[in-house]
Every structure is written in structure tokens, then in C-alpha cells.
């Protein structure tokens, strides 16, 4: 039989800087879960696309994920052996999932969330500059390392789409570091903020640019390649009538918002990069 490896003793409590970054990751799922209008998604509006999903289920949701963040940021603080931090992150993941269908009474309301942020912020542990790339890249290195404790098949809508379409969904995206969120989303958001967008209208425009470029397995599980052309083209036009914040921008905007409607589709996927975007932005800024 081969010996399990030793894996180090951990604080107790996690220190301030791990409750920190918890509280960063919070913050984000909140902030994308209260961010309106979006296409097709939860917002303070209504459901989107989704019938069994609410703003206040979503935000009870990601309070319940602290803890596990808190964790996964302590692992990243205290564990130097890139296989045993990436076993250890993986197990705390597998509990914030069954803490999470606890909170939401079943519902998947952060699966992808949970894997997607909890790398960042346990790369963010090990980049001391808090630089938003170098955190990315780092938590990418992370992503391609075997987790001997996940299943081989989940059977998730996710996973599905990703067999049937080709397509590498969210744990491609986390082992590429995260490009859609680092090329599309931050750039988008920096620029609108810049030009004088809302803060709001500053976000919106970063999830369509993300909307604008992945192949979004939540759009394909529901409704297909006609679905994910549908938010991509629609995406793309909002941006290059000058976004959300200008008249015709939101006159196309609008537009798309009916066209998911019709078709009962979300862009889940687009939505969780969104929430890294905000993770990694407040990170860099230190606010």
C-alpha cells in the first residue's frame, strides 16, 4: 500500500489576511449577484432564466461559502508542496458544495463559483503583490494539478456540455489562467471606468465582453449552439454600440435581454469570470 502523504497541521484560525480574501470572494458573488440588469440572469429585477433562483438565495449562498474561502486561503498561505495545497483546496471544495446546497435548499447556485474563486483566492495567498495576471497565472498552475480526491465523472449539466460540444467549460478555462477574465473582462471594465461609465454600467459591459467570447457550457447545456451564438453575437453588439451606457447600447441590450428571454437561457458561465473579474479588481486595488 503507499503511504498517504503527511499533510501539515493548520492554524486553527484562519489569519487576517485569509478572512480577508474571504471577504473579497463574498463580496464578489454578491456583488455579481445584485449587479442589473443582466441578460438572462438573476438580478434585483427577477430570476432570468432561472425558476428556482432568487438574489437574496444567491447572496445566502455565498455567505455560506466564507468559511470555505477563509480555508482555501490559509492552505494558501501555509502549504508550500503545490500537489498536497492543491489536494487540500480540493477536499475544502468538495465541503463548500455540500455547505452551498445547504444554504440554497439544493439548488446549485455557485458550483462553478466555488471552483473558480476558490483557486484565486488561494493563489492570491501566494502573491504577495496582489497583482491580478500573476494571480491567475499562479492559480492556473494549480488548476492543472491532479486532484486525486475528485471524481473521475460528475455527471454536472456543465461536464455534459463540455463532452458534447468540445469545449473545455470551467476547468478549462481555470487551467488556462483564467484569459477571459484577465484579456476581456478587467480590460473591459478598466476602459469603461475610465471613459467616465456608472460603476454599474462599468460592469455590465465587463460580463458582456465575456458573454461576447466564451463558449459558455450553461448556455450550451440549455439551449445548444443557437443559444450561445445568440448571447455572443448580442454581446458583441451592445459593446460596439458603446455599451450599456449609451442610447443605442442599451437599445441592443435590451434586445438580447428578449432574445434570451425567448429562448429561457442564462449565461452562467460568463457569470461566474464576472465574479473572478471582481475578485481580482478589488484585489489589485485594495479596496
Partial sequence: MTARPNLPVLPTAPPAIALALAG????????????????GL???RGRGAHRDLSWP?????????????????????????????????????????????AASGGVNTHRGAIWALGLLVTAAACTPDGDAGAIAVRAGRLARIADPGAPERTGHKGERACLDHGVGG?????????????EHALPTLRLARARGDAEHHARVNALLAVMAALDDTCLLARGGQPALLTAQDG?????????????????????????????????????????????LDSIEQGV
Avoid: Y
Fill in 57 to 101: 438565495l444567491m447572496c445566502a449562498s455565498a455567505q455560506a461559502l466564507r468559511p470555505a474561502f477563509a480555508q482555501m486561503a490559509l492552505c494558501g498561505l501555509s502549504i508550500d508542496d503545490d500537489v498536497l495545497l492543491r489536494r487540500r483546496i480540493g477536499a475544502i471544495g468538495r465541503d463548500a458544495e455540500r455547505a452551498m446546497l
Fill in 235 to 279: 454581446a458583441r453588439r451592445v459593446l460596439d454600440l458603446g455599451g450599456i451606457a449609451t442610447t443605442r447600447g442599451r437599445r441592443a441590450f435590451k434586445a438580447l435581454e428578449l432574445r434570451l428571454s425567448r429562448l429561457h437561457v442564462s449565461p452562467g458561465g460568463a457569470a461566474d469570470l464576472l465574479a473572478c473579474a471582481l475578485l
Fill in 170 to 182: 470551467a476547468r478549462g478555462q481555470a487551467q488556462s489562467g483564467f484569459p477571459h477574465v484577465v
Fill in 24 to 39: 473579497r470572494a463574498v463580496a464578489a458573488l454578491v456583488d455579481e449577484a445584485m449587479l442589473t440588469p443582466k441578460p
Fill in 42 to 44: 438573476v438580478d434585483l
